[in-house]
């Protein structure tokens, strides 16, 4: 069998050689880019810059789905002693009648919730608004509302009516002893949006009332953040995963904690059919948020992950 030849054009017109420098060219700007916010980071912490904002800790154990879970009624995760379940709503049919509207899952339901948890944690909010206050959130991030059917806008509407929904739920078990906690996310939705007009990209006088309960759950123990590395990370849940999960876990481990990658990739919402490709990915992105958050401190032997004590990505003045 003949060896490929790298100055082979393919049908793009690019020869081999011309496509791995272009990879190169990327993964060097990559780099320059992040090395940057480093530099930004520890000029001026994410207090000091305004940059904090907040995920609620259950959240953070034991994550949402990052792929469609399918035609599912209900969505699970353990960590240990805790389980996360997830129980999707309903919506109304073109015909009138009742239909499940899906789970939540991927980068979109994640940001929206990292701005609701931190508008809580903040403010105390149940009321919201979901015009000008969540967009210019979103296009902070570098999300830019855009139209039509490829478009961001209604992905992003279809994700947080999922979202809004459906009832988040968590049980702690022990031989003995059992605890539970559920609620929806929203009593109250009131989305608008014109259907003449699909290249709509704002949700003006749409606003959302969150259930007291998923309230005073993010309340309890909410995990700060820096938004400039979620800002970097954006597009990629398991990316977004994992800076809130090290940034939880390392605050409050005194020595060093390993764990199998079978074990992490549980906790996520990861649903790889091999443990080794989920740990490729994670360690990826655990490269990435390390180049900007340079006090996390974590070993990848093989087979594992080990996490040890670090200073926290934000730190209280």
């Known amino acids: 069998m003949s060896q490929p030849n790298e100055n082979e054009e393919d049908p793009s017109g690019k020869s081999g050689f011309q496509r791995g420098m272009a990879r190169f060219e990327r993964r ?23 940059e904090v904002l907040f995920m609620a800790s259950p959240l953070v154990q034991v994550t949402l789905p990052h792929s469609d879970p399918g035609d599912v009624d209900i969505w699970d995760r353990q960590n240990g002693d ?19 509207l899906g789970l939540p899952y991927g980068v979109y339901p994640r940001l929206i919730m990292s701005w609701i948890c931190t508008q809580v944690a903040k403010h105390g ?25 490829r478009g961001t806008t209604r992905r992003f509407r279809e994700q947080m009516r999922r979202l809004f929904a459906a009832q988040i739920g968590f049980i702690w078990a022990r031989e003995g002893h059992e605890k539970r906690r ?13 259907p ?18 998923f309230v005073e759950a993010v309340k309890k123990a909410p995990v700060p953040a820096d938004r400039r590395v979620l800002r970097e990370i954006k597009d990629s849940a398991l990316a977004i995963d994992l ?4 940034t939880y876990r390392t605050s409050y481990i005194e020595e060093p904690l390993p764990l199998s990658w079978q074990q992490v990739h ?39 992950l080990i996490l ?5 990505s934000v730190v209280d003045n």
Do not use: C
């Open 243 to 246: 800076y809130f999960w090290t």
């Open 125 to 149: 909010r149940r009321r919201l608004d979901l015009g000008e206050s969540l967009q210019s959130y979103m296009r902070d991030l570098g999300v830019t509302p855009s139209g039509g059917e």
């Open 28 to 50: 060097a700007q990559r780099a320059a880019d992040l090395a940057s916010l480093k530099e930004k980071i520890e000029k001026q912490d994410a207090q000091s810059a305004g």
């Open 182 to 194: 559920a609620a929806v996310v929203a009593e109250e939705m009131d989305l608008w949006w014109d």
């Open 82 to 100: 805790l389980l996360l379940y997830i129980r999707g709503g309903v919506g109304q049919s073109e015909d009138g009648g009742g239909e499940p």
């Open 196 to 213: 003449k007009n699909p290249a709509q990209t704002t949700l003006w006088d749409s606003t959302v009332t969150l259930s007291k309960p």
């Open 266 to 304: 549980d906790q996520m919402g990861a649903n790889y059919s091999r443990v080794s490709g989920f740990a490729r990915e994670a360690r990826k992105h655990l490269e990435e948020i390390s180049l900007i958050w340079s006090d996390l401190k974590y070993e990848t032997p093989r087979g594992r």
């Open 308 to 312: 040890y004590p670090s200073r926290s």
